[in-house]
């Protein structure tokens, strides 16, 4: 019980509201740069749907934020002089790796549906809904 289901909920809501807004304020600034017709968006690799970006996507948040957290809430062992522990970091670095090298074809391999969020939202400023 150390999160409610309305504290994840609005968490959830927190992450992508900030997604949207960040992608609305890099579009704004990019717009009145040099390369203002220049943008890019989040599309499934060649020869994957959506769907498989979206399973694959899916797969690969859950399997980097079970690792984070796994890693995250441990103590450390007993008689160990530091709490400092390169394993976790190990580990939290194989999950990005494996994850960008595996879906990266299929999805770009963003990992982090907040990010995902804001790059649409970016590019639906530029270009509306039209790609």
């Known amino acids: 019980d150390k999160l409610s ?4 909920a609005a968490y959830m809501f927190c992450q992508f509201g900030g997604g949207a807004l ?6 704004r600034f990019h717009a009145a740069g040099p390369n203002a017709g220049l943008t ?7 020869g994957y749907g959506p769907n498989a970006a979206g399973v694959v996507e899916l797969f690969f948040t859950f399997f980097l934020a079970y690792a984070v957290l796994a890693c995250a809430t441990t103590s450390s062992l007993p008689g160990r002089r530091t709490r400092q522990s390169f394993y976790k ?3 939290m670095g194989a999950c990005v790796a494996a994850g960008g090298i ?5 999805s770009g391999g963003a ?3 907040a990010v995902s969020v804001g790059v649409t939202a970016a590019n639906v400023a530029h270009n509306g809904w039209s790609e």
């Open 40 to 46: 890019f968006t989040l599309k499934s690799g060649a």
């Open 5 to 8: 289901p309305g504290d994840g």
């Open 111 to 113: 990992m982090n549906p």
């Open 22 to 27: 960040a992608g609305m304020v890099y579009a």
């Open 102 to 106: 595996s879906a990266g074809r299929i």
């Open 89 to 91: 970091a190990l580990v």
